[in-house]
């Protein structure tokens, strides 16, 4: 008989943790090795069990997902990772699997769709649905935001003026508007509300 594939798990919800396990426990070819309910956790357990496949949730208490993700990626090179979350924005999207994901599924999606990308990735198989690779593709496509202008994008987004902005970041009103401009070119809009509600929606800029 082959060896079961041994699954990881991390979300810090109890009850999805203990559904996902369950779900996964209950196929004979699989076992659930560990269970984390924050980043950090995910990244020791991870080191301290070595699972064939670990399934990621995007927001999680200490450190979130994507950085999971890199961190165990940096450190273990082949590892597999998933991700199943209920954010789907295209920035999430694109963050998850830039990082190395192998596949990104909703909270939402049937058992069997969860199962069949575990046992994918298990020989290394990407499963990325059709819908969510074009929108990873018109992310991919789209000009990367500087640090600073994304820093300005934040303050836009929470409503502040170029005055405000300008003395938050110890910088002249007029740079802010080179990078407000900068900004509306590259999302392709033209005034700050745009950019703010665009921000939002494809989760660049995330209010807490």
């Known amino acids: 008989m082959d ?12 009850v999805v943790l203990s559904g996902l396990a369950t779900i996964i426990d209950n196929e004979p070819d699989m076992i659930v090795v560990a269970r984390a309910t924050d980043g950090a956790e995910a990244v020791r357990l991870y080191s301290e069990t070595r699972p064939d496949v670990a399934l990621i949730d ?14 165990i990626r ?11 979350t209920t954010f ?3 920035e999430d999207i694109y963050q998850a699997v830039a990082a190395g994901a192998m596949a990104f599924l909703a909270k939402g999606a049937a058992p069997e769709d969860l199962l069949t990308a575990i046992r994918r990735a298990h020989v290394g198989q990407c499963k990325i649905e059709d819908s969510i690779a074009t929108r990873l593709i018109n992310r991919m496509r789209s000009p990367e935001l500087t640090a600073r202008e994304l820093d300005v ?8 003026s170029n005055k405000e902005i300008a003395a938050r970041l110890g910088v002249g009103e007029g740079t802010v508007r080179t990078h407000c ?7 392709t809009v033209s005034d700050r509300t745009q950019a703010a509600t665009l921000a939002i929606k494809r989760g660049i800029v995330r209010l807490d």
């Open 3 to 14: 060896p079961q594939i041994r699954v990881l798990i991390a979300d810090d919800h109890p």
């Open 58 to 71: 995007l927001r999680m208490p200490k450190i979130d997902g994507v950085r999971v993700i890199q961190a």
């Open 74 to 84: 940096q450190e273990y090179k082949t590892a597999r990772t998933l991700v199943l």
């Open 88 to 90: 789907d924005t295209d």
């Open 153 to 160: 994008l934040r303050h836009l987004t929470e409503g502040r």
């Open 181 to 187: 401009n900068s900004i509306f070119l590259k999302l």
